[in-house]
């Protein structure tokens, strides 16, 4: 009987996303610092050269994994209504950033980029400068169409938006659930709402104390 001819070698964008999923999987056992390209070239079965043509380095690689998988879970939704679409957000983000193969990778690389300024200037660049840029763009949208203060300076506000989410995420053991969200948003339009209108009103669910868990 003739052998079994060899399965086809995967190739171009089938062989990029194969070694962005073993990047991801491996940073999730290993860590950023356990992470390598010999290591993902061993576990992908291809050699270093392989990955140097796609990649010049392993954080730029992490990056690009991270990127390809967390994309959609950073962009808003539309519905003309700014703070459930902030909510909305804010809950799938922060799921992923809770769940492999984001979280563990993310975390990971967080850790390994204080110590490392060039990984630190990429991370900043590549995600945490594009959370805020996306969150701003939502705001500024509901800010031209009259939901929030016409004359505020929204820069800042999207920062702290976005911050207030990381810090707890990585730096606390408190959950970021609905209840976190809800009071980071209330807190937000009560200072940018253009009207009290535009503000969630507290009847909408049972006003408690904001929690330090």
């Given at each position: 009987?003739?052998?079994?001819?060899?399965?086809?070698?995967?190739?171009?964008a089938a062989r990029t996303e194969e070694l962005l999923r073993v990047t991801l999987d491996l940073a999730a056992e290993h860590g950023y610092a356990g992470l390598s390209i010999e290591a993902v070239a061993r576990r992908a079965g291809?050699?270093?050269?392989?990955?140097?043509?796609?990649?010049?380095?392993?954080?730029?690689?992490?990056?690009?994994?991270?990127?390809?998988?967390?994309?959609?879970?950073?962009?808003?939704?539309?519905?003309?209504?700014?703070?459930?679409?902030?909510?909305?957000?804010?809950?799938?983000?922060?799921?992923?950033?809770?769940?492999?193969?984001?979280?563990?990778?993310?975390?990971?690389?967080?850790?390994?980029?204080?110590?490392?300024?060039?990984?630190?200037?990429?991370?900043?660049?590549?995600?945490?400068?594009?959370?805020?840029?996306?969150?701003?763009?939502?705001?500024?949208?509901?800010?031209?169409?009259?939901?929030?203060?016409?004359?505020?300076?929204?820069?800042?506000?999207?920062?702290?938006?976005?911050?207030?989410?990381?810090?707890?995420?990585?730096?606390?053991?408190?959950?970021?659930?609905?209840?976190?969200?809800?009071?980071?948003?209330?807190?937000?339009?009560?200072?940018?709402?253009?009207?009290?209108?535009?503000?969630?009103?507290?009847?909408?669910?049972?006003?408690?104390?904001?929690?330090?868990?």
């Open positions: 009987m003739a052998d079994k001819p060899a399965a086809p070698r995967r190739r171009g291809v050699g270093k050269h392989t990955i140097y043509r796609r990649w010049p380095s392993k954080s730029a690689m992490l990056l690009d994994a991270l990127s390809r998988v967390w994309t959609t879970d950073l962009d808003y939704r539309d519905t003309g209504d700014v703070r459930a679409d902030l909510r909305e957000q804010f809950l799938r983000s922060s799921a992923a950033l809770s769940s492999p193969p984001i979280g563990p990778a993310y975390r990971a690389a967080i850790a390994e980029a204080q110590t490392d300024p060039a990984l630190r200037a990429t991370m900043h660049e590549r995600f945490l400068a594009t959370v805020e840029q996306r969150t701003l763009d939502r705001i500024s949208q509901a800010q031209h169409t009259g939901e929030l203060a016409a004359d505020a300076d929204l820069t800042f506000a999207a920062e702290v938006l976005c911050g207030a989410l990381y810090y707890r995420h990585l730096l606390t053991i408190r959950p970021i659930d609905a209840d976190a969200v809800d009071d980071l948003l209330d807190m937000f339009m009560a200072a940018y709402g253009a009207t009290p209108e535009a503000r969630r009103p507290t009847a909408d669910r049972e006003r408690v104390q904001p929690r330090y868990r």
